[in-house]
């Protein structure tokens, strides 16, 4: 089983409400995020392309900051998720450094922070609060090894791609282009 | 084409828009360690070649600073930890793949070896030490026996210590800046010289410090070589790299690096001791701190630049 999500560029309006639904959901302190809209405006004017891409952390298969810390509070867990037990890091940035997406961040109370796929309520069987929250319903999520799953049958008809992935890590958001 | 990226509702503190984690503990932190480094090499080697005498500095007096630089590179690192009160966690894992991890570890190896290295010699820098116990007298004077072992486990530390600084950088694929296996000899051989010249500094032989001065200008120049080896590499490799070298190619960092580092750092102080060789009097202190200047922007410059670099997309 690997969690992984799709995110329908050609839908998403940019209206962060999944941003809002997470900050919400997991009680991210004021001024933080752990997911955020980029907007890629590219071409001349008058021919523009606005691309809009929710981010997040991509729960990369081969995952550098899991590698890089020095004391085990990043690690994989079931389905791929990668997350951080708090009370086992140290705080000493070196995921932070790791992450081509910089998708961590230092919680003002010290230890690292990220999205976690919403564990919490995908083991009460329930959806991440940003898949949930989406008004466009651009966002898929599922068991990308599941050829049933919403996020399959989402990239199944569809072109798409990952960030960076020269970087090597493997990201498991997938864009629909 | 123009790209434009916005980032709508995000600005996280020290991440955007570029990363700014590590502020002046690591580098700080690298410098030590390194300085550490290159006094700890140097005592092990000369004493293995049987040079105590005539390299009483080196082998005796300077590695005394050794501890103290770990124990004030610990701290520095302690400093830069966001959720301090779990330090000990790094202690209670082993991992392999993470440089951070198995630094921590080394330093902890490393830094009692060289505070008994320090105590061995102590009764000889202050005649009427007493060590009141019997019991550390007696291992202390085990440990005097064994200085010869010592001496290779230093060696070989230190080289492991010296590359660690560069690795611990180096490691992190996600910045370009870093991302090259030179970091690891070029950290190693700028502590070898920032060792040294802390050696030099503090010798009052004049044999002894032309036979440093020699070994340091060496050292000058494989650095020299090896600083062009990576802007050679990058200026080869991917657009994140090349963007990289830029930083320090008309970018913002290249006046500190160019005039601080490589020209005040490395060429000035070597072409100072050469002078100094051939006979001119030059005060030995100048090319020292110069070159230990040198060596401190040059981790401040490498710990700040990479993390501006990226990957685009
Ligand atoms: S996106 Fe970053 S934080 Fe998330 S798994 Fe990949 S490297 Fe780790
Ligand atoms: S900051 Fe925390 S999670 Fe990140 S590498 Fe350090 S100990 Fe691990």
Redesign the interface.
């Given at each position: 089983m690997r969690y992984a999500m799709a995110i329908d560029t050609k839908k998403c309006v940019g209206c962060s409400d999944c941003v809002v639904a997470c900050q919400t959901e997991n009680n991210v302190p004021h001024g933080y995020c752990r997911d955020w809209i980029v907007e890629n405006v590219s071409g001349a004017y008058p021919i523009v392309e606005i691309e809009l891409r929710s981010e997040r952390c991509n729960h990369c298969e081969n995952a550098p900051c899991v590698r890089c810390c020095p004391t085990g509070a990043s690690h994989t867990v079931e389905g791929g998720i990668v997350m951080v037990t708090h009370d086992e890091c140290i705080g000493c940035g070196a995921c932070i450094q790791s992450c081509p997406y910089d998708a961590r961040y230092s919680h003002p109370d010290g230890y690292v922070d990220k999205c976690t796929f919403c564990q919490h309520r995908l083991e009460k069987g329930q959806n991440t609060a940003c898949v949930d929250v989406c008004p466009t319903k651009c966002l898929h999520f599922g068991d990308i090894e599941d050829p049933y799953s919403d996020v399959s049958l989402a990239l199944k008809n569809r072109s798409w791609k990952v960030l960076a992935p020269e970087a090597g890590t493997k990201p498991q958001l997938y864009f629909l282009t | 084409?123009?790209?434009?990226?916005?980032?709508?509702?995000?600005?996280?503190?020290?991440?955007?828009p570029f990363?700014n984690?590590?502020h002046w503990q690591i580098p700080l932190y690298l410098y030590l360690g390194g300085i550490a480094a290159g006094i700890m090499f140097f005592a092990g080697l000369f004493t293995i070649m049987g040079k105590e005498k005539e390299m009483a500095t080196t082998v005796k007096w300077a590695p005394f600073l050794v501890p103290i630089a770990l124990v004030l590179g610990l701290f520095a690192?302690f400093l830069?930890?966001?959720?301090?009160?779990?330090?000990w966690?790094?202690y209670?894992?082993v991992?392999m793949?993470?440089?951070?991890?198995w630094g921590?570890w080394t330093l902890m190896l490393v830094t009692p070896l060289s505070m008994i290295w320090s105590a061995t010699y102590l009764k000889e820098a202050v005649p009427n030490w007493n060590w009141k116990f019997k019991l550390i007298e007696q291992t202390i004077g085990f440990f005097t026996k064994k200085r010869r072992e010592m001496a290779w486990a230093m060696m070989f530390l230190a080289v492991v210590l010296g590359v660690y600084t560069g690795i611990l950088l180096s490691?992190?694929?996600?910045?370009p800046l870093w991302n090259t296996s030179i970091l690891g000899p070029l950290f190693l051989v700028s502590g070898l010289s920032t060792g040294l010249a802390t050696i030099i500094w503090m010798s009052k032989n004049k044999t002894e410090r032309r036979i440093m001065s020699q070994i340091d200008i060496v050292l000058i120049a494989v650095e020299l070589f090896l600083i062009v080896h990576l802007f050679m590499g990058f200026l080869s490799a991917?657009a994140v790299q090349v963007e990289a070298a830029e930083l320090f190619l008309g970018g913002q960092f290249t006046v500190t690096f160019w005039v601080f580092v490589v020209i005040l750092g490395l060429a000035f102080p070597a072409v100072l001791e050469i002078l100094e060789l051939r006979g001119f009097h030059i005060p030995i202190w100048i090319p020292a701190l110069l070159i230990l200047f040198g060596g401190l922007v040059f981790r401040f410059v490498m710990v700040e630049a990479g993390?501006i670099t990226?990957?685009?997309?």
């Amino acid at each position: 089983m690997r969690y992984a999500m799709a995110i329908d560029t050609k839908k998403c309006v940019g209206c962060s409400d999944c941003v809002v639904a997470c900050q919400t959901e997991n009680n991210v302190p004021h001024g933080y995020c752990r997911d955020w809209i980029v907007e890629n405006v590219s071409g001349a004017y008058p021919i523009v392309e606005i691309e809009l891409r929710s981010e997040r952390c991509n729960h990369c298969e081969n995952a550098p900051c899991v590698r890089c810390c020095p004391t085990g509070a990043s690690h994989t867990v079931e389905g791929g998720i990668v997350m951080v037990t708090h009370d086992e890091c140290i705080g000493c940035g070196a995921c932070i450094q790791s992450c081509p997406y910089d998708a961590r961040y230092s919680h003002p109370d010290g230890y690292v922070d990220k999205c976690t796929f919403c564990q919490h309520r995908l083991e009460k069987g329930q959806n991440t609060a940003c898949v949930d929250v989406c008004p466009t319903k651009c966002l898929h999520f599922g068991d990308i090894e599941d050829p049933y799953s919403d996020v399959s049958l989402a990239l199944k008809n569809r072109s798409w791609k990952v960030l960076a992935p020269e970087a090597g890590t493997k990201p498991q958001l997938y864009f629909l282009t | 084409m123009k790209e434009e990226l916005f980032i709508s509702g995000r600005d996280i503190p020290n991440i955007d828009p570029f990363l700014n984690i590590w502020h002046w503990q690591i580098p700080l932190y690298l410098y030590l360690g390194g300085i550490a480094a290159g006094i700890m090499f140097f005592a092990g080697l000369f004493t293995i070649m049987g040079k105590e005498k005539e390299m009483a500095t080196t082998v005796k007096w300077a590695p005394f600073l050794v501890p103290i630089a770990l124990v004030l590179g610990l701290f520095a690192l302690f400093l830069d930890l966001k959720h301090e009160m779990y330090f000990w966690r790094l202690y209670t894992t082993v991992r392999m793949g993470s440089p951070m991890s198995w630094g921590a570890w080394t330093l902890m190896l490393v830094t009692p070896l060289s505070m008994i290295w320090s105590a061995t010699y102590l009764k000889e820098a202050v005649p009427n030490w007493n060590w009141k116990f019997k019991l550390i007298e007696q291992t202390i004077g085990f440990f005097t026996k064994k200085r010869r072992e010592m001496a290779w486990a230093m060696m070989f530390l230190a080289v492991v210590l010296g590359v660690y600084t560069g690795i611990l950088l180096s490691a992190f694929n996600a910045r370009p800046l870093w991302n090259t296996s030179i970091l690891g000899p070029l950290f190693l051989v700028s502590g070898l010289s920032t060792g040294l010249a802390t050696i030099i500094w503090m010798s009052k032989n004049k044999t002894e410090r032309r036979i440093m001065s020699q070994i340091d200008i060496v050292l000058i120049a494989v650095e020299l070589f090896l600083i062009v080896h990576l802007f050679m590499g990058f200026l080869s490799a991917t657009a994140v790299q090349v963007e990289a070298a830029e930083l320090f190619l008309g970018g913002q960092f290249t006046v500190t690096f160019w005039v601080f580092v490589v020209i005040l750092g490395l060429a000035f102080p070597a072409v100072l001791e050469i002078l100094e060789l051939r006979g001119f009097h030059i005060p030995i202190w100048i090319p020292a701190l110069l070159i230990l200047f040198g060596g401190l922007v040059f981790r401040f410059v490498m710990v700040e630049a990479g993390q501006i670099t990226r990957y685009l997309y």
